[in-house]
């Protein structure tokens, strides 16, 4: 069984900035991608940035050039450095983990969400 814990959501003012950090814990025996996605109130889930196990990203357009996703990949630690955060940011930011057990099964797990809310 594998556990994410996400921390570092909160309040913040647009302009400002926030760091998302999740770590992953468990019989964990390698980690492909790791990744963070968001749900904003009535709208579905969507991915914000995802990060491969060779540390290539993509993005959500919406977030390109003020998010930055990095990993580090010994502690098993996604982070999410959010810059320039607008109202529009305003979600539920969810961690998202996929790997391999120590008894070689595949997993994809979730963390439990972080609240993250920009206004002034």
């Known amino acids: 069984q594998v556990q994410l814990v996400e921390s570092g959501g909160g309040l913040v003012q647009p302009g400002g900035s926030l760091k998302l950090s999740c770590v992953a814990s468990g019989r964990i025996s390698v980690v492909y991608a790791m990744g963070w996605y968001r749900q904003a109130p009535g709208k579905q889930r969507e991915l914000v940035a995802a990060?491969?196990?060779?540390?290539?990203?993509e993005y959500a357009d919406s977030v390109k050039g003020r998010f930055t996703i990095s990993r580090d990949s010994a502690k098993n630690t996604v982070l999410l450095q959010m810059n320039s955060v607008q109202p529009e940011d305003t979600a539920v930011y969810f961690c998202?983990?996929?790997?391999?057990?120590?008894?070689?099964?595949?997993?994809?797990?979730w963390g439990q969400g972080t609240q993250v809310n920009v206004s002034s």
């Open positions: 990060v491969a196990s060779d540390e290539s990203a």
């Open positions: 998202n983990v996929k790997g391999q057990m120590a008894k070689g099964s595949f997993f994809a797990s």
